[in-house]
Structures are given as structure tokens and as C-alpha cells.
């Protein structure tokens, strides 16, 4: 029952911020991205913790949070206009000076998750083991796009 109320509270936060997403998009790229890391981030924390074994596994969890990441990964890139490099963000220079390597990061992210996602089935990748082959490749491609294009703190 815990682990429900767990799963509806992802999908409800989840919801939100798409209906922020959509509000902020046209006058605010920085916020809209880090909102959208920001259920990437959430839905790392929810996946991490049941590979680690401190959040109980459930299939319908792991393909909440392997959802929230494909989402991600297909909208993220939309929103580096020119201009939106300065400011309170965390992303680098090398966004822009290097686009197409930027692009090439979200490609593989992109990969990955459409991957897991058509591992993860209908109902959720069915046991642990499924779920970490299926989540395992998204979450190297965390750091790889980090390394470069993301500011470290
Ligand atoms: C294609 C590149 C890319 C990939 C892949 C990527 N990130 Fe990010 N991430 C960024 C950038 C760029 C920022 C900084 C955005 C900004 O502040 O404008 C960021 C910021 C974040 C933040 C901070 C959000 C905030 O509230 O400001 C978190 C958390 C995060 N990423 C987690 C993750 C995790 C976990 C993964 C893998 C599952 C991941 N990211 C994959 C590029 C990426």
C-alpha cells in the first residue's frame, strides 16, 4: 500500500510538472529543462533505490520511473534556445559551442530509454534482474552527458 501511494505520488508530480513545463516553455527554457532533470533526477532516486534494495521492487514503479525518463529524453532537447545560456543554469558553454555533440548525448539517452521501454513491456520490467538490464545502459548515459555539458558544483 505504501509503495502504491509512492507510485501515485510519482505519476501526480510527474503530471505537474508537464502542466508547468507547458506554461513556462515559451518564457522560460531554463526552468522548463530543470524541471524536466528534475523528474529525471526523482525517477533516478526511485529506480536507484530499488536496485540498491532500499525502495521494495515493484514492475509498476520501475516502468514509472523508466516512463519519466523516455519522456525526458524526447523533450529535454527542445529547450536550449540560443540566449539561455546565461543565468541560473547549470548547463555549459559546450551546449552550444558543440551542439552536435550535445545532440549526439541526447540521442544516446534517447536510445536508452526507448530501449528500456520496450524491455520494460506494458506492465513493468517483472523482476529486479529485468529491471536493472533495462535500467542499467540509461543511467551510464547520465554521466557521460554530465561530464561535458553539465556545470560541476
Ligand atoms: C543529454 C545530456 C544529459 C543527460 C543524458 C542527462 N542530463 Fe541531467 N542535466 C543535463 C544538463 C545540461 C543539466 C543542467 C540544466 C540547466 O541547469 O540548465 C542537467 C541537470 C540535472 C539535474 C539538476 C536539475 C535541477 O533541478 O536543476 C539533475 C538532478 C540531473 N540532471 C539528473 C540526471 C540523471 C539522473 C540523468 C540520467 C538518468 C541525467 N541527468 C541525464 C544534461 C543531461
Redesign the pocket.
Known amino acids: 500500500m505504501r509503495m502504491f501511494r509512492n507510485v501515485m505520488a510519482t505519476g501526480l508530480a510527474a503530471g505537474m510538472l508537464m502542466a508547468v513545463g507547458v506554461v513556462q516553455a515559451a518564457d522560460d527554457p531554463?526552468a522548463t529543462?530543470?524541471a524536466i532533470?528534475?523528474s529525471?533526477?526523482a525517477a533516478?532516486g526511485l529506480g536507484g533505490g530499488m536496485m540498491k534494495g532500499e525502495v521494495a521492487y515493484s514492475p509498476v514503479a520501475g516502468k514509472a520511473a523508466i516512463a519519466a525518463?523516455n519522456a525526458a529524453a524526447s523533450s529535454?532537447g527542445s529547450f536550449f534556445p540560443d540566449g539561455s545560456n546565461t543565468g541560473n543554469?547549470?548547463?555549459t558553454e559546450a551546449?552550444w559551442d558543440n551542439s552536435e555533440g550535445?545532440a549526439a548525448?541526447?540521442a544516446k539517452?534517447s536510445a536508452a530509454t526507448e530501449k528500456a521501454m520496450a524491455a520494460a513491456g506494458k506492465a513493468g520490467p517483472a523482476d529486479l534482474d529485468a529491471f536493472k538490464a533495462a535500467m542499467g545502459p540509461?543511467?551510464g548515459?547520465?554521466k557521460s552527458?554530465?561530464e561535458t555539458?553539465?556545470k560541476k558544483n
Open positions: 531554463i529543462r530543470q532533470m528534475s529525471v533526477g533516478a525518463m529535454f543554469t547549470g548547463a551546449v550535445f548525448e541526447i539517452f540509461v543511467f548515459t547520465c552527458c554530465h555539458y553539465r
